[in-house]
């Protein structure tokens, strides 16, 4: 015990200057497994310690005190205490041991999980990404779990906050994985499904050497978020996927697979018949409702497709092609769409005659100029950023050792030597 009171001590003195505080780093590290064998007696010198001036001290401190398991009694002072660490804490000392504040951080989303109250996590945690980020393009371990509990609370306008930000650099794949999927679902929660389709592009194509079960998931969602948006899902992945995906992914995904080739028919009653077959199967995924909004885009598809052959049409008509059950209700479709900004037409209320018009949109409003100058200056931020990375990588000793070797099995210059009666 003495010897807690004393790296008690040296804390308080030693969280001034950079310098001492790297000092007291080396004492902490060296104390870690004596801190967790007192782990159970640790609390009462939390009090001793101010988590605004002794950051690193007391986060040592505190992961040895949550080492242990909680009870749901337990979990509400803790929730407590962590918050209010997070929220005083010092950035450049907790970054010193960033997989403790990690550690103490997931714990915390932990305990919110175990008291069901996932919203008390949401404000805290968004806290911790910020000091434990070296910039707003790097993704931590932190910001999965932060999303999660985003899902879990339905607070998905605090998470988007996070998913607009480009990311550059990842600690662990794992993570990446983890953060398009969870913000493929919030995407998908409020309804801004091509975000969420870039999200789950990411990870079904991302480097895999083995298939997961993030990736499988994410492609069941994208079959189908590509159904809602594009009314169609794509026929392969793009050749920079994994051959891993390639050859997987669809096996595994075979009544996702069905169900989009059955929406490509057009017909309404064979894809409602073929989700009533399949109900128990995209229940068990948690999709049955992303399933049913695939269907109703159907009727969308559909009226779009009309717009392609006439130019004017009764809501009798639409309501009979579209296979609705009454005009009233091709109305209700059709104003919708014209809301969303999906198709352009007018609809005639003496007549019940709706007519179609061309895109309104010239490009050359002021609006219009400012957003395609902005996504300009983006691709050309990012074309920077990637010729950065491409010059690191050709000078990195690993690449190059494995460029070497492939080089040396297919080195197509060598053909030129090639003896002239060996040619075909």
């Known amino acids: 015990m003495n010897t807690v009171e004393g790296l008690v001590n040296q804390i308080q003195g030693l969280s001034t200057t950079a310098s001492d505080v790297l000092s007291l780093q080396n004492l902490l590290k060296q104390a870690d497994d004596s801190l ?14 101010d988590p605004s001036k002794h950051s690193l001290g007391y986060l040592y401190f505190l992961e040895a005190c949550t080492a242990g ?34 550690t103490v951080c997931k714990r915390f989303k932990d305990q919110v999980l175990l008291l069901e109250e996932p919203l008390r996590g949401v404000a805290p945690m968004l806290t911790a990404i910020r000091k434990l980020q070296s910039s707003s393009e790097h993704l931590t371990a932190l910001h999965p779990e932060f999303l999660l509990l985003c899902l879990l609370s339905r607070c998905y306008k605090a998470g988007l906050s996070i998913l607009e930000e480009d990311v550059f650099e990842v600690d662990q794949p794992r993570d990446l994985f983890l953060f398009c999927y969870y913000g493929g679902m919030i995407s998908i929660g ?178 219009m100029i400012e957003h395609i100058d902005s996504s300009i200056q983006r691709l050309m931020t990012l074309s920077k950023k990637l010729n950065g990375v491409d010059e690191l990588m050709s000078c990195d000793p690993l690449y190059l050792l494995k460029a070497g070797r492939e080089r040396q099995r297919f080195d197509f210059d060598d053909f030129d030597n090639v003896p002239q009666r060996f040619n075909i």
């Open 36 to 49: 967790h064998a007192e782990s159970t007696r640790l609390f009462p010198f939390l009090d001793q310690l």
């Open 69 to 102: 398991p909680v009870t749901k009694e337990q979990a509400g002072s803790y929730v407590l205490m962590i918050a209010r660490f997070i929220t005083s804490c010092i950035a450049e000392q907790i970054r010193l041991a960033p997989d403790k504040f990690i």
């Open 190 to 367: 409020q309804k801004w499904f091509q975000k969420a389709l870039e999200l789950l592009h990411n990870v079904v194509t991302a480097p895999m050497s083995t298939v997961n079960a993030i990736a499988v998931e994410a492609f069941k969602k994208y079959i189908l978020v590509s159904l809602i948006h594009h009314g169609q899902s794509p026929a392969n992945l793009p050749k920079y996927a994994s051959s891993v995906a390639q050859r997987n992914l669809k096996n595994l995904c075979q009544p996702y697979i069905e169900l989009a080739n059955s929406y490509s028919n057009g017909k309404i009653a064979d894809i409602e018949t073929y989700v009533e077959a399949n109900k128990d199967k995209f229940e068990s995924d948690n999709n049955l409702g992303l399933v049913k909004q695939a269907v109703l885009s159907m009727y969308k598809r559909n009226i779009q497709r009309l717009t392609q052959t006439y130019l004017t049409l009764s809501l009798q008509d639409i309501a009979n092609r579209v296979q609705l059950n009454s005009p009233k209700e091709a109305e209700m479709h059709v104003l919708q769409m014209i809301k969303d900004g999906e198709i352009y037409a007018t609809i005639n209320q003496k007549d019940g005659m709706v007519r179609f018009l061309e895109d309104p949109e010239q490009y050359k409003t002021c609006e």
